[in-house]
T-cell receptor, first 111, second 113 residues
Framework: RKEVEQDPGPFNVPEGATVAFNCTYS??????FFWYRQDCRKEPKLLMS?????NEDGRFTAQLNRASQYISLLIRDSKLSDSATYLC????????????WGLGTSLAVNP | DGGITQSPKYLFRKEGQNVTLSCEQN?????MYWYRQDPGQGLRLIYY???????QKGDIAEGYSVSREKKESFPLTVTSAQKNPTAFYLC????????????FGPGTRLTVL
């Protein structure tokens, strides 16, 4: 089983749609969780950290379920500019704070 | 402006040549990282450094070398021993403390001909 698994997609949605991505992780001792966004041929950029209580930033909501070892990202009212690859990232359990990266879920928002 | 810079953006080299990729940050971050990204694969950690004059191998260090003589700089050398060097190379940094968030430079796309 991969340490971090995501549905690769692609997800094709119309503007204004709500879309949800899930990500599972294998190590129950994982400490920190993130969603990054990566545009084509660009560097990843932090979208949001994911907290146990869940957190919201505008149209984006992230949830963490430690019991089931998955995190989710919900995007409401999709915009064309949301088209990108969304990377699920988990910090490993060691002291070196290495991050473990999912392969990403591709989203295309269509007019 | 504060940030992480990588140069050059595109780099072409002949097979068998060593090449050094630059990574500089003025964020006063303690930790720095090198990743490579290939199509269809996630980011893979090459080397990382949590403090000046110290660095550790990541998951795919073979064929690469680094140095960390200054806090601001973490250059990566791709040696001729690296069998498949063509890739997108990303440098990241993180401030020491409670956060695990890493911030990335714009990347260098290396093509070995």
């Amino acid at each position: 089983r991969k340490e971090v698994e995501q549905d690769p997609g692609p997800f094709n949605v119309p503007e204004g749609a709500t879309v949800a991505f899930n990500c599972t992780y294998s190590n129950s001792a994982s400490q920190s969780f993130f969603w990054y966004r990566q545009d084509c041929r660009k560097e990843p950029k932090l979208l949001m950290s994911v907290y146990s209580s869940g957190n919201e930033d505008g149209r984006f909501t992230a949830q963490l379920n430690r019991a089931s070892q998955y995190i989710s990202l919900l995007i409401r009212d999709s915009k064309l500019s949301d088209s990108a690859t969304y990377l699920c990232v988990v910090r490993g359990a060691g002291n070196n704070r290495k991050l473990i990266w999912g392969l990403g879920t591709s989203l295309a928002v269509n007019p | 402006d504060g940030g992480i810079t990588q140069s050059p953006k595109y780099l072409f080299r002949k097979e068998g040549q060593n090449v050094t990729l630059s990574c500089e940050q003025n964020l006063n971050h303690d930790a720095m990282y090198w990743y490579r990204q290939d199509p269809g694969q996630g980011l893979r950690l090459i080397y990382y450094s949590q403090i000046v004059n110290d660095f550790q191998k990541g998951d795919i260090a073979e064929g690469y070398s680094v140095s960390r003589e200054k806090k601001e700089s973490f250059p990566l050398t791709v040696t001729s021993a690296q069998k498949n060097p063509t890739a997108f190379y990303l440098c990241a940094s993180r401030i020491e403390g409670s956060t695990d968030t890493q911030y990335f430079g714009p990347g260098t796309r290396l093509t070995v001909l």
